[in-house]
């Protein structure tokens, strides 16, 4: 870490001239039902809704009202004196919000700030630490600007994302900076393309976190904001690399932006600059039965050097969601209204440059159909009791933009298509449709390719590797498996900010030796753990494959947090890490 050096800023008059009004400082769990969204809030919330009642000696003054909401997911309206003033941001980070208040609607006496929702779905959130401010953010914030740079090993200057949070609570803070075609950016989150940060703060106590996705270290940084002064580093500061990735490409398969799928928040050059904030070598652009080109975008913006862009689509039919990809230009969408597998899958396929067709959501409910509802699936024949036949070579089997209660849910779903009989690969990915509310490239599959020159990638040798099955997911941690003929070796991988706490053999899909990881080696960054057996301990037949999947605590802090599922299959639900081979045949096919 950078020794850190003091900067005096100038004062603004009117930063000297803001006033806050605290309403209320507690922060207070509402259900808008009786039953829990989760069982890790407590049986019974404060409320169902907030109504806060206070009165002013100067209305006028006051233009803006601050809180902190977390773990939101229904639509919550803010209403002040029976008019509505916006609604909470549906996002489960912990964050502060602010929202203007129209002139005129405050009054002496009697004022009512009401917080509620008409969605029937149980929603546990937690919301509070209201305040009226005299201005708006950027005047409170005044000229405290904070500027630092983030360089590679080498020197050379880094996309990574800066995460802003309040230093007592972890809050993510509010940033008086805006998205532009050098970084994206939202609540306490920036994602700078050229490693450069530049913000205003209001007052107070903070920590900047510095990282740029799964292989690189995190820096943490204290800073102090007060009249005019902050803290800075001195020299740039260097992000080092943790988790070594040699001749493995870092792809995500499955990313969306609001600019086209017209759900989400994020723009396309947002997109592009928080896929290389995050690290990711390959972005498969998969907009909903369209096909969108990023590299025109990404070179004009000089964010190509970082990546690969290849163009994909999600193929939404009303009897799944296929990632298809790599895709020709000027290329056809695919016909996304055919209803039977058979003719959906040929539509798919004869889309010009098409080799990878990935199921997605394959426990998840879409348009009422479900892929592996136990309706027309059977998990211990791997086959789907309804004739339909699976063509697709690829499938989801963790998306962090939906994840699953079940860790290994659709892990047990592919490796009893694999162990059927299925060529198909295991992919990570993110879904992400936001800058921060679903992280870009938190779920992703490494492909053994070369990876000398991000720029430059081979795609077709990327397609072919999923072919062959060689796909390794990876959500904070990526596991190893090895083979040559009788000696089997795993290892797991990952940074020292996720850990490691179980590794997990499979043979042919079912669970032969599980190992438990001290916290030391847990926690360690680069290997974490390492195994080696013989194909006769795990008493492995010819034609049966080995698959090692490693797992661990999930994040919960405001730098890399783990989304909880939006289609859950119980209300008991952890954070988690997790990594998966390919699989291996130690005895031949």
Not at 107 to 114: H, Y
Request: glycine fraction near 8%; hydrophobic fraction near 35%.
């Amino acid at each position: 870490m950078k020794s850190l050096t003091l900067l005096l800023m100038a004062l603004m008059p009117a930063f000297l001239n803001a006033e806050t009004l605290t309403l209320d400082e507690s922060f207070h769990h509402v259900r808008n039902k009786k039953k829990r969204e989760w069982n890790s809030f407590a049986e019974l919330p404060e409320s169902v809704s907030i109504e806060h009642t206070f009165s002013l000696k100067t209305p006028e003054k006051w233009k803006f009202l601050t809180f902190r909401q977390a773990e939101t997911k229904q639509a919550w309206e803010v209403n002040l004196n029976g008019q509505k003033i916006g609604q909470l941001a549906r996002d489960h980070n912990d964050m502060e919000q602010v929202l203007e208040i129209p002139t005129g609607i405050l009054q002496a006496s009697d004022n009512i700030l009401e917080i509620s929702t008409a969605s029937s779905v149980p929603d546990d959130i937690r919301i509070g630490e209201f305040a009226l401010q005299s201005e708006d953010l950027e005047t409170r914030a005044g000229a405290s600007g904070y500027a630092m740079s983030v360089v590679d090993e080498a020197g050379q200057p880094l996309p990574c994302r800066f995460t802003i949070v309040k230093a007592e609570s972890g809050t993510l803070a509010l940033l008086s900076a805006k998205s532009n075609e050098r970084q994206a950016v939202r609540t306490g989150v920036v994602y700078a393309l050229d490693g450069k940060l530049n913000v205003r703060l209001v007052p107070g106590d903070y920590r900047i976190h510095v990282g740029r996705g799964f292989e690189y270290e995190l820096v943490n940084l204290p800073i102090k904001v007060s009249a005019g002064q902050m803290s800075l580093p001195s020299e740039p500061v260097t992000l080092h690399r943790q988790v070594p990735t040699p001749g493995m490409v870092a792809c995500d398969a499955h990313l969306h932006t609001y600019e086209f799928a017209r759900h989400g928040d994020c723009s396309l050059i947002e997109r592009l600059i928080s896929i290389a904030g995050e690290g990711i070598e390959l972005p498969i652009s998969t907009e909903h039965n369209q096909h969108i080109d990023y590299a025109p975008e990404a070179e004009r913006i000089g964010a190509s050097s970082f990546f690969t862009p290849v163009i994909g689509c999600e193929v939404t039919t009303s009897e799944g969601h296929f990632n298809s990809w790599p895709i020709e230009k000027d290329a056809t969408p695919a016909e996304h209204k055919l209803r039977p597998w058979k003719e959906v899958f040929r539509n798919i396929y004869d889309t010009p440059g098409v080799k990878v067709c990935m199921l997605n959501h394959g426990r998840d409910l879409h348009g009422g159909f479900t892929p592996f509802s136990p309706s027309h699936w059977s998990l211990r024949s791997g086959s789907f009791t309804d004739g339909r036949q699976l063509r697709a070579n690829g499938m989801e089997v963790l998306n962090s933009g939906a994840t699953k209660v079940d860790p290994l849910l659709l892990a047990h779903d592919w490796m009893a298509l694999v162990r059927s009989g299925h060529q198909i690969a295991a992919f990570g990915t993110s879904d992400s449709h936001t800058v921060n509310f679903a992280i870009p490239g938190q779920g992703r599959t490494y492909l053994p390719i070369p990876d000398g020159d991000p720029s430059n990638l081979d795609v077709q040798a990327a397609a072919e590797a999923v072919l062959k099955g060689q796909t390794y997911v990876s959500f904070g941690l990526l596991a190893k498996i090895s083979h040559d003929g009788e000696k089997i070796t795993a290892t797991v991988w990952g940074p020292d900010w996720t850990q490691a706490k179980e590794l997990t053999l499979f043979v042919n899909g079912t669970a032969r030796r599980k190992f438990r990881i001290s916290e030391s080696e847990g926690k360690a960054a680069g290997k974490k753990f390492s195994t080696t057996w013989t194909a006769s301990d795990l008493k492995v037949k010819r034609g049966q494959f080995v698959v090692a999947i490693a797992t661990g605590p999930g994040i919960t802090e405001a730098y890399w947090p783990m989304m909880p599922p939006y289609q859950a299959e119980s209300t008991d639900f952890k954070p988690y890490v997790l990594g998966i081979s390919p699989p291996i045949y130690p005895r031949g096919r």
